[in-house]
C-alpha cells in the first residue's frame, strides 16, 4: 500500500493505523513504576509512530498511532516486551 | 561506616551480567550469560536483546544470593548508557528504572569502555596507564590527561574483534565460548605466515580491508592447499595484534607513560598480551593485563564506574536514563580522576 501513496498525502501524514492496550496491575505504585520505566524512551520515528500512555487506577494504558501498518506493528511489539519485562521485574523484585 | 555498595548492569552487546562490588573494587558477585550463536553466524539485536530479556531477572536473584546483599543495602543501581547495540542496552536500562522505583534507590549511567578502563585498573593496579581497548565493537588507544581518557588512536572502521569474529565464521569456528577463543587456539598451531595487509594510518589502524582480503582468497587458498585454517590464524592474529602494538607505542611515545593496560574482550588473548609485553619491557614498562572474568563485558565494570561517579555526587534522574548506541569515551569527565590527582599533589 505504501507505495502507491502519492507525496502529497504523505506529506499530511495520516494517522490512519492505530492500537489500544490496556495493562492492569495490582496496585496504582505499580502501574505508575511501569509508566515511568517505560516513558522514559521515545519512539525512534516521531514523524511516523505516535505513543500516548497514561494511568488511571490500576491500569496502564497506551495509545499508538501510525502512518505504516508495519511500523505500527514493529513499535507495538518492541512495546510488549519491553512492557513484559518491566512486568516481570515488578513481579519479581516488588513483592512487599 | 558502612561500605558502599553498588549493583550494575551490563548488556551492550551479546553478553548480559549482573555484578555487586564496593567502592575498594571488592566483587560481592558477577554473573553473567553468553548468547551463542552457532558457528558460521553472528548476534543480531533484536535476538541478542531476547536472549538478554530471559536472563536478566535470574542473573539479578542470583547476584544477590551469591553477594548475601539485600535491596536496602545497596547505594546506586549502575547500568551501561551505551555504545552498543540499541534494542540489548534497553534491557538493562528498563530493569534498572524499575528496580530504581521499587527500591527507592538511585540510578547512575556508565559509560561502557570507561568502565572497562576502571575495572582493568583497580584489577592490576596500574595506575597511568596508555590503555589499549580492544573488543568485538572497540579498538582504542586511550590515556588520561585532564578529566578525561582520550583518546590517541581508534580504528577508523571496524574494530579488531569484529574482524577476527567475521573471520571465525569464515572458518565456520564454534562461537563457543567466544570464536576468538578459538582463533587463538587454532593459531597456535600454524607453522607458516602468510603475507596479508597492513594498515596502520598515522595513530589509527583499519580492519576491513585486511578482512575481505582474507575473506576472498582464504577459500582458493585452503583449496589449493597453500596453507591451512591454522596458517591462517597465526597469520592474522600476528597481523592485526602487530598493528594495535605499533599504535600503542606510538601513544606511549606522544604521552611520555611507561605502562600499558589491556582492556576489553580481545584482552584475554594471550598472544596479544606476549608481544605487548615484549614492547613495553624494551621501553623499560610493565604491561597489565587480565583475564577472561573482567576483560570480557560483566556487571561489575559498571557497578564499580558507577560506584566510583555516585560518590563523587554524579547520578542520572530517571528521566534522563536513556541508551544510546554512539558514547565516545571522551564525553565522559572521570570526576573520581580528578580527585586522586589532587591527593597526589597535596
Redesign the interface.
Same mark, same amino acid.
Do not use: C, E, M, N
Given at each position: 500500500m505504501a507505495a502507491t501513496v502519492p507525496a502529497i498525502a504523505r506529506a499530511e501524514q495520516n494517522w490512519d493505523f492505530s492500537c489500544n492496550l490496556d495493562v492492569n496491575f495490582e496496585s496504582e505504585e505499580h502501574a505508575l513504576i511501569a509508566y515511568t520505566s517505560l516513558a522514559v524512551d521515545k519512539e525512534l520515528q516521531p514523524d511516523k509512530v505516535k505513543r500516548v500512555m497514561s494511568v488511571s487506577n490500576n491500569k496502564l494504558s497506551v495509545h499508538f498511532e501510525a502512518i505504516e501498518a508495519r511500523l505500527l506493528r514493529a513499535s507495538f511489539s518492541a512495546f510488549v516486551d519491553v512492557l513484559t519485562l518491566a512486568t516481570k521485574t515488578i513481579q519479581e523484585f516488588g513483592q512487599k | 561506616m558502612k561500605k558502599k555498595i553498588a549493583i550494575g548492569f551490563e548488556g551492550s552487546a551479546n553478553k548480559i551480567g549482573v555484578g555487586i562490588v564496593t567502592l575498594d573494587g571488592t566483587i560481592l558477585a558477577n554473573p553473567r550469560h553468553t548468547y551463542i550463536t552457532p558457528p558460521g553466524h553472528g548476534f543480531l539485536p533484536r535476538e541478542t536483546?531476547?536472549h538478554h530479556?530471559d536472563h536478566?531477572?535470574p542473573l539479578?536473584?542470583s547476584a544477590l544470593e551469591t553477594s548475601q546483599v539485600t535491596?536496602e543495602e545497596i547505594d546506586c543501581i549502575c547500568y551501561t548508557k551505551g555504545p552498543g547495540m540499541g534494542?540489548p542496552l534497553?534491557?538493562s536500562?528498563?530493569?534498572v528504572?524499575? *528496580?530504581s522505583? *521499587?527500591?527507592k534507590k538511585p540510578i547512575v549511567a556508565v559509560n561502557h569502555c570507561v568502565a572497562h578502563i576502571e575495572m582493568g585498573r583497580v584489577v592490576t593496579g596500574a595506575d597511568d596507564p596508555v590503555v589499549l581497548y580492544v573488543s568485538g565493537g572497540n579498538t582504542q588507544v586511550i590515556a588520561y590527561s585532564e578529566g578525561r581518557y582520550r583518546i590517541f588512536g581508534e580504528t577508523i572502521d571496524i574494530a579488531v574483534g569484529n574482524c577476527l569474529d567475521r573471520f571465525a565464521r569464515v572458518l565456520k569456528l564454534s562461537n563457543d565460548p567466544s570464536p576468538g577463543y578459538n582463533i587463538e587456539q587454532l593459531a597456535k598451531k600454524g607453522e607458516n605466515f602468510i603475507d596479508l595487509p597492513y594498515a596502520v594510518k598515522g595513530m589509527d589502524v583499519s580492519f576491513s580491508g585486511i578482512l575481505s582480503y582474507i575473506e576472498t582468497t582464504a577459500e582458493e587458498k585452503l583449496k589449493n592447499n597453500e596453507c591451512t585454517p591454522a596458517d591462517l590464524c597465526y597469520s592474522l592474529q600476528e597481523t592485526v595484534f602487530a598493528m594495535l602494538v605499533e599504535i600503542t607505542e606510538r601513544a606511549m611515545a606522544h604521552c611520555d607513560k611507561k605502562d600499558v593496560l589491556i582492556v576489553g574482550g580481545v584482552g584475554c588473548n594471550e598472544r596479544l598480551q606476549d608481544m605487548m609485553r615484549t614492547m613495553c619491557s624494551e621501553r623499560d614498562g610493565k604491561l597489565f593485563a587480565t583475564d577472561d572474568r573482567y576483560c570480557i563485558d560483566n556487571g561489575a565494570m559498571i557497578a564499580y564506574t558507577g560506584l566510583l561517579a555516585f560518590v563523587n555526587g554524579i547520578e542520572t534522574p530517571?528521566?534522563?536514563?536513556?541508551?544510546t548506541q554512539r558514547f565516545r569515551t571522551d564525553e565522559v569527565h572521570a570526576v573520581w580522576r580528578e580527585k586522586e590527582d589532587l591527593v597526589l599533589e597535596g
Open positions: - | 536483546a531476547h530479556l536478566v531477572l539479578v536473584k535491596p534494542a534497553q534491557v536500562a528498563i530493569v528504572r524499575v *528496580l522505583q *521499587l527500591w530517571i528521566q534522563d536514563s536513556t541508551f
